[in-house]
């Protein structure tokens, strides 16, 4: 099994920013952010979750290192694909049910997702009127971060707190609005780049080689595909 550093690969900027890349193979992609706790169930002990939700879903997922976590959060990159919509929605509910397992309740659950601009705009709908719908329909709290960029593939932040299920009818609409775009052509550039930075505090243990450091070995080469 390859380690994450195959499949997230061309690191740049040493202990700084780093920008890198997932090797993409599927038409449809969508991006979690998943704090450690929530990554770690994602991969289940000896990798066994990571594997039954690939083989379920028929998708790939593809997380960042442990202790890389995406730029101002406590959250890994987490990139998964699939060849349909459809698959990444049936992912999305194995990833909610993974929330609650990590926050061990089913309630005021919080879930983030990366979107390319352009999505983030169809997401919301003319004068906030799509958002508003999804508020009102899942009482779900919603908000967006500002982008990193101007362009259309620039990322932006989805942030949704509320119900397991809420957090699939947003899930699936953000889904919806990322799909609608895979076609575009700086979608691929979009869903194969990763950027991490050392997560506060874990640098110096992780430069250190502190205790613990077969643990993580092992977690990595269960994070990706």
């Not at 790939?60 to 442990?66: C, D, P, V």
């Not at 987490?78 to 909610?96: C, F």
């Not at 991490?196 to 994070?223: E, F, I, M």
Request: glycine fraction near 14%; charge should be positive.
């Amino acid at each position: 099994m390859k380690g994450a550093s195959d499949s997230v690969a061309n690191r740049r900027g040493g202990a700084g920013k780093r920008s890198g890349t997932t090797s993409i193979s599927m038409p449809c992609v969508l991006k979690f952010l998943a704090p450690e706790a929530l990554a770690a169930a994602i991969i289940g002990k000896g990798g066994a979750a990571i594997a039954a939700m690939r083989q379920s879903c028929q998708v790939k997922i593809t997380l960042t290192e442990y202790g890389e976590v995406y730029p101002q959060t406590d959250g890994r990159v987490v990139t998964v694909q699939a060849n349909t919509e459809d698959a990444l929605n049936d992912l999305s509910k194995q990833i909610v049910a993974k929330v609650v397992e990590a926050a061990g309740a089913e309630d005021e659950l919080k879930l983030r997702v990366l979107v390319p601009r352009s999505a983030v705009g169809g997401f919301i709908g003319k004068g906030g009127a799509n958002i508003k719908q999804l508020r009102d329909a899942t009482g779900a709290k919603i908000s967006t971060g500002d982008p990193t960029g101007s362009g259309p593939g620039s990322e932006q932040l989805v942030s949704m707190q509320g119900t397991a299920e809420g957090l699939e009818s947003v899930v699936a609409e953000v889904n919806k609005q990322v799909q609608s775009l895979n076609g575009e052509p700086w979608f691929a550039a979009w869903a194969s780049t990763t950027i991490g930075v050392p997560q506060s505090g874990l640098a110096g243990a992780l430069a250190a080689g502190s205790t613990g450091g077969a643990d993580r070995k092992s977690t990595r080469l269960n994070s990706s595909h």
